[in-house]
Structures are given as structure tokens and as C-alpha cells.
């Protein structure tokens, strides 16, 4: 307890940032995570199951809004670098965009009719707006967040808290669906009205929670051009200079293989195992572990580095997911428990991402200075760069999902007279699924963490090269100074 106590106090008087600012920012992380989870665990299987789409409609759906995101995202970073003055834009992006994020993460659980035509137009144009309005409110908000933390020794304890929010938001929507699924007792119609009830639910929190950094948040900048030119220079090919950043994106690249296995989960426990409300046990018992591993990162910190984490659980869930494919599941316990046992390190490796990505800023800067003699960091371009790979990696994702229903046999809802009715699945599909949960959580581990093992911005290198950076932060503001003084 002394010590979570010395933490506590050590968050809550963080000479770098505000108290309130910490606040704002958790609180929109949370709100934020709220909508992601709602989309990103049930969309599939209700438009699957209640809309009556096709793999192949819902396939070209999300590579269209990929595609859109993919140019949008780099516009956003740059509109944020540009803008340098102190009043900043972020703030005006994440207003704009927390309506349309909230209202299309709802109205995406309406079945609007028995058409699946109309129904296909419907969820496109939300699944876009939700996409677009997701990239303005996320690559603002995490740009404003590495320049709150320009000490990267506080950015530990910072993205730790924010992770524990982070978590919470993934997790309630996902928790509650099942059981009230369950509740339903087989009734279609009402199972239909339950995922637009949980939606409508946390996506009005959800906005609440998402306008509090657009009153708690500063702008502060860690690139301070001239007084007479408020414009800092965007080099895109910095990015390509920033190793870190291109490793950890390749890596969660590869990370959506792993993705597949979580996607394909609420049809392994609704479909093969029957026992969908299993779904919120074993996430409340992987959860409580997540915490757990999460709030050891401050700690073990001290010990392993933010790559070393990373490279550790996924070592660690592909190992449980190895065993999970070997017990099978026919013993309920054995797979709960291993599903379990295999979310124990995702907060903290979520927590150490958002930490290596942070800094990746400052290795950007020390290596645009090494390579061309300038001090240079575009925290937007980082993060929408960062945007950019994770709406790739979400199509490659859905790609792999819907390939593999597709593949197995899956069947999605049938039209009867004037209704959509569930469809039944083969015995060898309920098998399938089983393997895209499986196969997927082995591959979709042990190939990001060997990436990983490639990052070298860590350990006595990385003190080397922070040090090294603060004398050129020194020279270059006596160099600013000078200047304005003539």
C-alpha cells in the first residue's frame, strides 16, 4: 500500500503536468475507448448476424473508410504540427469531432430495415463517419498528449494512469453485451434492441467524458519557432529516419493477426461454446489480471525497459494460446482460464506502446539534428503516421476475419418473408471458429514480439542519446534567444 500511496502522490504532484490536465486526459481516453470497443468488438457479428451482410459487403465497406482514413490521418497531423502559435487547433479538432464519433458509434446497432441493401448503405456511411470523426478526436488528443510529458521519466507513471482508463472503457461495453444477451433467453428481436441499448448507453457517457480535455487541456510545445514565424517546418521524411516508430508500427502491423483471434471470440462463445455470457466472466478474471500487470509498470520499469515489456507478454499470451489449441474446448475451465491467463499483460503492453511511441518523438528530434543539423519533432505526424498503420492494420484485420468466416463456412442471417432470422451453423464451422481464435493468438503474438526484439532506442543507448538531446534542447533555445534579442 506505501507505495501504490507513493505513486499515487507522485501522479498527483507531477511538477510536468497540471492535476486537471492528467484528469482531462484520462477521462477523454475513456470516453473515447468506450466507442472503439463498442465498434470494434460487436460490429462484425451484428451486422453478421442482425443486418444480414455479406463478407464480401462488409469487406468492401471497411476498405473504402480505410482508405479515406489513411489520407485523412496525414492532413490531421500536419494541421497539428503547423499550428504551433500556443493556442494550438487540437482542442477546436476534438470538439468538432466527439458528436459525430458518439452519434455514429450508436446509430451503427440500428437495423434500419429487412433490406440488406439499405441496411449495407446505412452502416457505410456511419462506419465512415465514425472512422473520420475517431481519427480527428485520436490523433489530437495523444499529439497533445507527448507534449504534455516532455520528461520522458514521467511518462511511465502519465501513461500507466491513462492505460487503467484506457481498460476500463475497452472493457465495460464488452462486459455488459453478454449478459444481457443472455437475459434474453434466445429472443432475437430483443437480443437486436440489447447491443443499440448498450451502445446508446456508453456512447452518451462517452461524450461527456470526451469534451473534458477540450476544457482541462493546454497547448504547450516543445518546438518553439521564431516569435515572427509560427510555422515549424513538416519533413515527412523524418518519419522514415524514426526507427523506433517503424518497428512499432510494423509490429502492430502484425499485431492484427492477433487482432483476429479477439474479433472472432464473441462468435466462439456465442456459436461453439453456447455460453456467450461466459464472454463477461472470463474478461472480468482477464481484466482484473490486466490491472494487475498494469499497474506493475511503474515498478518493473525500474528493472525492464517499455520493449522489454512488450517483447515479454507477447511471448507470454502466445504461450497460453499454444496450450489453448493443444486442450482444445471441451473443458470450459481450461478455457476460460487460458483465455484469461492470456489478457494478463495487454494494459501493460498498451501502456508501454503508448510509451515508446511518445518516444519515438524524441529520437526523431536527436536524429534530425544527427542527420541534417536541425533539431527536429512532429509529434501529429508520429501519431497520425501511427493512425495511419492502425487503420491499415484494422483492413488487414477485417480482411483475415471476414476471409476466415468465409472460409469456414459461416452463415449470416437469412431473410424469411419480411424478416432476418439467425442462421445455424455446421458442427465443422463451430469448429472453425475455434481455430480463428486459436491459430491467429499464437502467430498474431510470437511475430511482433521478435520485431520488437529489433528496437535498440533502449537501455544505456537510450540514456546516451536523451542526454545528448538535452544539450542540443539547451543550445538550440540559446540560439532561439539570441536571435529575438538582435
Given amino acids: 500500500m506505501g507505495k501504490l500511496k507513493e505513486k499515487f502522490e507522485s501522479f498527483k504532484n507531477n511538477p510536468d503536468v497540471a492535476l486537471k490536465e492528467q484528469v482531462g486526459y484520462v477521462s477523454g481516453v475513456f470516453g473515447n475507448c468506450m466507442g472503439q470497443d463498442c465498434v470494434g468488438t460487436y460490429t462484425d ?84 463517419a465514425f ?30 494512469v491513462a492505460q487503467v482508463a484506457s481498460t476500463l472503457g475497452s472493457m465495460l461495453p464488452g462486459g455488459l453485451v453478454p449478459i444481457i444477451i443472455d437475459m434474453m433467453d434466445g429472443d432475437y428481436n430483443s437480443e437486436k434492441w440489447a447491443f443499440f441499448s448498450v451502445a446508446a448507453l456508453f456512447g452518451i457517457l462517452g461524450l461527456f467524458t470526451m469534451l473534458v480535455p477540450c476544457m482541462t487541456l493546454k497547448e504547450r510545445n516543445l518546438v518553439l519557432p521564431p516569435r515572427n514565424d509560427k510555422k515549424v517546418k513538416i519533413d515527412y521524411k523524418l518519419i522514415l529516419l524514426n526507427r523506433p516508430l517503424l518497428l512499432l508500427c510494423l509490429s502492430q502491423c502484425i499485431d492484427s493477426i492477433r487482432q483476429v483471434c479477439y474479433n472472432s471470440l464473441p462468435f466462439f462463445y456465442k456459436q461453439t461454446l453456447g455460453n456467450y455470457g461466459m464472454k463477461t466472466y472470463v474478461e472480468i478474471g482477464s481484466s482484473a489480471l490486466s490491472y494487475g500487470g498494469l499497474f506493475s509498470v511503474p515498478f518493473i ?135 480463428l481464435v486459436a491459430i491467429p493468438g499464437i502467430i498474431g503474438n510470437l511475430v511482433p514480439a521478435i520485431v520488437m526484439m529489433f528496437d535498440n532506442f533502449t537501455g544505456k543507448r537510450k540514456e546516451k542519446i536523451m542526454a545528448e538531446l538535452e544539450v542540443i534542447r539547451a543550445e538550440s533555445k540559446a540560439r532561439l534567444e539570441e536571435v529575438e534579442t538582435v
Wanted: net charge positive; glycine share 8%.
Fill in 131 to 160: 472512422n473520420i470523426a475517431d481519427t480527428f478526436f485520436d490523433v489530437a488528443l495523444s499529439t497533445l498528449s507527448v507534449r504534455m510529458t516532455a520528461n520522458a521519466k514521467s511518462r511511465k507513471n502519465f501513461y500507466t
Fill in 301 to 435: 520499469g525500474k528493472k525492464l525497459s517499455s520493449r522489454d515489456i512488450v517483447v515479454l507478454g507477447y511471448l507470454h499470451t502466445a504461450i497460453c494460446y499454444i496450450l489453448l489449441l493443444f486442450f482444445g474446448y471441451k473443458n470450459l475451465w481450461i478455457v476460460g482460464i487460458l483465455i484469461a491467463l492470456g489478457g494478463l499483460p495487454n494494459a501493460g503492453m498498451s501502456a508501454a506502446r503508448r510509451i515508446l511511441l511518445a518516444d519515438s518523438t524524441d529520437y526523431m528530434e536527436w536524429k534530425s539534428y544527427k542527420k541534417y543539423g536541425f533539431a527536429q519533432r512532429n509529434e501529429g505526424m508520429v501519431f497520425a503516421f501511427n493512425t495511419m498503420v492502425s487503420r491499415i492494420s484494422a483492413l488487414w484485420k477485417e480482411l483475415l476475419v471476414n476471409g476466415g468466416l468465409a472460409l469456414i463456412g459461416y452463415q449470416s442471417a437469412q431473410k424469411v418473408g419480411d424478416q432476418l432470422v439467425e442462421a445455424v451453423q455446421t458442427p465443422e464451422t463451430l469448429h472453425g471458429i475455434f481455430l
Fill in 45 to 128: 457479428q451484428f451486422m453478421y448476424d442482425y443486418m444480414g451482410l455479406k463478407s464480401s459487403q462488409i469487406v468492401a465497406m471497411k476498405s473504402a473508410t480505410t482508405g479515406v482514413n489513411i489520407l485523412i490521418a496525414p492532413i490531421v497531423g500536419a494541421l497539428l504540427d503547423g499550428n504551433r502559435s500556443g493556442k494550438g487547433n487540437a482542442r477546436t479538432f476534438m470538439r468538432a469531432s466527439a458528436i459525430p464519433f458518439t452519434l455514429s458509434s450508436i446509430l451503427l446497432f440500428v437495423v434500419p430495415s429487412s433490406s440488406v441493401t439499405f441496411n449495407f448503405i446505412w452502416s457505410f456511411i456511419l462506419f465512415l
